[in-house]
């Protein structure tokens, strides 16, 4: 191999060894999670995804009630954080001067670089009184006829609406930052078709540039849910840790990622516990990809 081809290949395979690493440490962390939950998955069968019990010491284990609580978790934060996202992408992307947005999105971007324990402690010392004293009460007084907004317990505050506000906070900076990008993207030449037929700007943005974007602002949107339903440490703190399904959104629950963070101090080294609590892992994992390949077959026919 003389120089010049040593030269052209030089880029070639370190960018190929960059991509095969990367690879490689993907595979063997979701190889090393199925591996080590595969014992109690082969003992359990689907009980363990459709039982309620969870027991170490009588060696049975069902999770439906934390994959329940996180499903619940997750949906209220999406409903929380996805109009509000996508409407500030909106405003950034069409609407706000230079000089404003370029205030607004460092700010937007500070969000990603505060630790989850620092939300969580917000959560807990902030609004939890806030919710205690004013908002459950009052969705409760208001709207407690609906069972969604009944309180089971109202002399606290934390519980699902909380626990799920919080999450919307945090993923809100992924979720504006790829829909706008998205939105950015779309050919100016179809605002101005849309223009040149009477539309306004808004009927433009609604008609036409929202449908354009569509799969990028799904996009952001699943990866905001990952983010949710991964969440571990905000979690735990406010979410409640009550194992049982929440009966509305102002109740309590137990979080799949709570459970695994709650229990492995404990059972890390005991191997059929162990292999319980990376069971979860696992399912929650199998979540995720099956959401994002639904996102995908969705987004692919947007």
Same mark, same amino acid.
């Given at each position: ?158 519980? !699902? &609406?909380? @626990?799920?506000? $919080?999450?919307? +906070?945090?993923?809100?900076?992924? =979720? ?106 696992? !399912? &929650?994992? @199998?979540?995720? $990809?099956?959401? +994002?390949?639904?996102?995908?077959? =969705?987004?692919?026919?947007?």
């Amino acid at each position: 191999m003389n120089y010049n081809d040593l030269r052209i290949k030089t880029p070639h395979l370190f960018f190929f060894s960059c991509a095969f690493t990367t690879a490689f440490i993907t595979i063997f962390f979701i190889a090393f999670i199925f591996h080590t939950a595969f014992p109690v998955l082969e003992s359990q069968g689907i009980g363990f995804i459709t039982g309620t019990k969870w027991s170490y010491s009588e060696s049975v284990y069902g999770i439906r009630i934390f994959i329940i609580g996180t499903l619940v978790m997750t949906g209220v934060t999406l409903l929380l954080a996805v109009p509000v996202s996508v409407f500030t992408a909106i405003f950034l992307a069409e609407f706000a001067p230079a000089s404003v947005a370029a205030v607004m999105r460092p700010m937007i971007e500070l969000l990603v670089g505060i630790p989850s324990v620092v939300y969580g402690i917000f959560g807990l010392f902030v609004l939890e009184d806030l919710f205690q004293d004013h908002i459950d009460p009052f969705l409760s007084g208001t709207l407690g006829f609906i069972p969604l907004f009944q309180d089971p317990s109202p002399n606290s505050g934390t519980g !699902v &609406l909380l @626990a799920s506000t $919080i999450l919307a +906070v945090m993923i809100l900076p992924t =979720i504006i930052a790829l829909s706008e990008d998205a939105l950015r993207a779309v050919s100016y030449e179809y605002r101005e078709a849309s223009f040149a037929l009477g539309a306004t700007h808004w009927e433009t943005i609604r008609k036409v540039v929202l449908p354009a974007a569509s799969g990028g602002v799904l996009a952001a949107t699943v990866l905001g849910m990952m983010r949710a339903m991964g969440e571990t440490m905000a979690i735990v703190m406010l979410l409640g840790n009550s194992a049982h399904v929440p009966s509305s959104v102002l109740d309590t629950g137990y979080a799949m990622t709570s459970k695994i963070l709650n229990d492995i101090g404990y059972y890390v080294a005991m191997d059929e516990p162990r292999s319980a609590l990376f069971g979860i892992a696992a !399912v &929650l994992f @199998a979540m995720e $990809i099956i959401f +994002v390949g639904v996102a995908r077959k =969705i987004g692919g026919r947007l």
